[in-house]
């Protein structure tokens, strides 16, 4: 199973850029699908980015309001799950969670990358304040 710890996070002007990470401590990462999600104060999680696991091709999913500046990328070999956040804005604060699991064939990735219902393992989530 995925044991995930996110860090990285902390307090930046809007407009500046802030990267995180996900460390998974358990095995076979290279085997999961994994997304960041976030989380604001009274608002539901919601979809950041996703990116499947080498099996369905390593492709990428974006929320729109942050595509074109946040990116998502892995290194199987540490294995760490980073998110790459330019041009942040102050709306973007929030707790940020790193999501894995397996979610199936390539059809199946597209329709559930963006649900975090479909994710069973979860970091503890680290903390986003952009301030303006």
């Known amino acids: 199973q995925a044991r995930l710890a996110e860090s990285g996070g902390g307090s930046v002007r809007a407009g500046e850029s802030l990267t995180l990470a996900c460390l998974d401590s358990?095995?076979?990462?290279?085997?999961?699908?994994m997304a960041w999600f976030r989380q604001r104060p009274g608002k539901e999680r919601e979809f950041i980015a996703a990116?499947?696991?080498?099996?369905?091709?390593?492709?990428?999913k974006y929320a729109d309001s942050v595509k074109g500046r946040f990116t998502v990328s892995r290194d199987n070999t540490l294995p760490k799950f980073y998110l790459s956040m330019n041009l942040l804005k102050p709306e973007e604060s929030g707790v940020y969670y790193c999501?894995?699991?397996?979610?199936?064939?390539?059809?199946?990735?597209?329709?559930?990358?963006?649900?975090?219902?479909?994710?069973?393992?979860w970091g503890q989530g680290t903390q986003v304040t952009v301030s303006s």
């Open positions: 999501a894995a699991d397996r979610l199936g064939n390539p059809q199946r990735w597209e329709e559930n990358a963006g649900n975090q219902r479909a994710y069973h393992y």
């Open positions: 358990g095995e076979s990462f290279n085997r999961y699908d």
């Open positions: 990116s499947a696991n080498s099996r369905i091709g390593s492709g990428t």
